[in-house]
Structures are given as structure tokens and as C-alpha cells.
């Protein structure tokens, strides 16, 4: 389970600029599309240092839980800002 997880994990790392661009083009149109494109990979700069901070929060903790309610949190508000997202 835990090899299918971390598959998952690197299949969203490689899928996201990809996702992003044909995304941001459909969603947004063309006009505006390296503008729109940059800020959708915006993510991952975030995102590369979660790593760092589920390892402190195991270190300082000794557990896994918090490390856990974290990325449920971060979950719930990207699932927040995806139910809230409008078309321009």
C-alpha cells in the first residue's frame, strides 16, 4: 500500500505542469495564458517543502498523527478553494 501511495504521490508531481497548462487554457482561455500558467505552478514551491514539515512535526512529536492532521487540513482548503473557484 504504501508503494501505490508514493506512486500516486510522484504520478501528481509529474502530472501538475501538464494538468496546469491544459487546464489554465481551458478554464481561463489563451488570452492571458503565460500569466495564468505561472501562477497554477506556483504550487509546487509550497509544496516541495511539505515534506520538510511532516519530518519536524514526526521528530518533535514521535508520531505520525499530527503529521497526518496536517495534510487532512491542507486537504480541506484546497477542497475549499476548488468548491469556491469561479469562471471568469
Do not use: Q
Not at 31 to 45: A, E, G, V, W
Not at 63 to 69: A, G, I, N
Not at 73 to 79: D, P, R
Request: hydrophobic content about 50%.
Amino acid at each position: 500500500m504504501g508503494v501505490v501511495a508514493l506512486s500516486l504521490c510522484g504520478f501528481s508531481y509529474g502530472f501538475s505542469p501538464t494538468l496546469s497548462a491544459s487546464f489554465s487554457a481551458t478554464f481561463y482561455g489563451t488570452k492571458n495564458f503565460p500569466t495564468n500558467f505561472s501562477l497554477m505552478n506556483l504550487i509546487l514551491i509550497p509544496a516541495s517543502f511539505t515534506a520538510t514539515a511532516a519530518g519536524s512535526l514526526v521528530t518533535s512529536t514521535g508520531s505520525y498523527v499530527s503529521t497526518f492532521v496536517m495534510l487532512v487540513a491542507f486537504s480541506l482548503v484546497g477542497l475549499a478553494l476548488n468548491l469556491f473557484i469561479r469562471k471568469p
